[in-house]
């Protein structure tokens, strides 16, 4: 008769109340998760900075965490925030005159239905058009609010992971419940995976918006920095990408009368900016590792639906972990029961 021992009834238990205490830890502290995901990429980044002017360098371990953020925040955060700004200036700005921008669009319509023989518009999609523009900015204030505040508790969290880098490292490593060799193969992987995700689709959309604005002006775009700045923040979007930016452009283009330069924005846009898009992926794939597009695209669903906006990046990343766990589970469990039954079977049948 087999029976379960004290011992292992005492452990059982005491998961239990670990994985319960952690669940109600995680359904409070949900908010914060966008700025603890991004102190964990900055700290990526970061550490061997951190590890360089700390062991190397001799500096006080809190001036070169405060060194680093500084930087961190002038070189990534502060375009990024400029680049919002704008959109979000132009944005109120198409709100607060939106009775004329329903006009306007109106306008372009009636010549592409002139021109095309075609109409985009019709009475329920304006009427959605107009609802979509009227819950526009209560969206955005939203967003703006979010972002800042995982702005702020990522840099709360990232000079505490600085400052405490060798302890708190020291300590995962200790207490992660996985064979040696997997806690290493855990932090190379995490280490490539926040690179080429972190690093990589934003530079890729940077990479496209620089290439999208020489078109915009040797064709004669009206403001395109403006342009640059939708085209990059379009181009980290999946599927659709930069195209979604170039192609209306050339249809409005076209419907008001400047039919070449649509036609060449268009053109420019399909071969240069898409060539452009798969040309420097493969070469930044080389050296930052490659993401699956198929990860990259459920990833931007899941990550913009838990997040907003910083999602498109952090989604793809969630993913990558996730895969990398199940991994790392069949490595450790799974492939070591395979690896029993193999050696049962090879003794079985050299057994006379």
């Not at 469990?333 to 049962?344: F, G, S």
């Amino acid at each position: 008769m087999s029976y379960i021992d004290n011992d292992r009834l005492k452990q059982i238990f005491f998961l239990l109340i670990i994985i319960l205490w952690g669940v109600l830890l995680f359904s409070e502290l949900y908010g914060l998760f966008p700025g603890l995901l991004g102190a964990l990429s900055m700290y990526i980044l970061c550490r061997r900075w951190m590890r360089h002017l700390v062991e190397t360098r001799k500096w006080r371990k809190s001036l070169a965490a405060t060194t680093l953020m500084f930087l961190s925040f002038i070189i990534i955060l502060l375009p990024i925030g400029l680049m919002i700004n704008m959109l979000t200036d132009k944005i109120s700005y198409a709100i607060n005159h939106s009775s004329e921008l329903i006009q306007g669009i109106k306008v372009i319509d009636g010549r592409l239905q002139q021109s095309m023989g075609f109409s985009l518009l019709t009475p329920e999609r304006l009427q959605k058009v107009q609802e979509a523009v009227t819950g526009l900015l209560p969206m955005l204030l939203g967003a703006t609010f979010n972002t800042v505040t995982a702005i702020a508790i990522l840099y709360f969290v990232l000079y505490f992971m600085l400052v405490y880098s060798r302890e708190m490292e020291e300590g995962l490593y200790e207490y992660i419940p996985l064979k040696d060799e997997n806690v290493i193969r855990l932090g190379k992987e995490l280490h490539t995976m926040i690179f080429a995700n972190a690093v990589g689709i934003p530079l890729i959309a940077v990479i496209q918006g620089v290439v999208a604005l020489l078109g915009y002006f040797i064709f004669g775009v009206p403001q395109p920095v403006f342009w640059f700045a939708v085209t990059c923040f379009c181009a980290m979007l999946p599927i659709i990408g930069a195209a979604a930016v170039y192609v209306p452009m050339g249809i409005y283009l076209i419907a008001a009368g400047h039919t070449w330069q649509g036609i060449a924005i268009l053109i420019y846009g399909f071969v240069v900016v898409g060539a452009s898009d798969n040309i420097f992926r493969m070469m930044l794939a080389k050296r930052i590792g490659d993401v699956h597009p198929l990860i990259t695209v459920f990833g931007v669903i899941v990550g913009v639906n838990l997040f907003g906006f910083i999602g498109l990046i952090f989604g793809p990343l969630l993913i990558s972990m996730f895969i990398l766990l199940l991994k790392i589970y069949s490595n450790e469990y799974l492939v070591k029961k395979r690896e029993v039954k193999v050696i049962k079977t090879g003794a079985a049948k050299v057994k006379p």
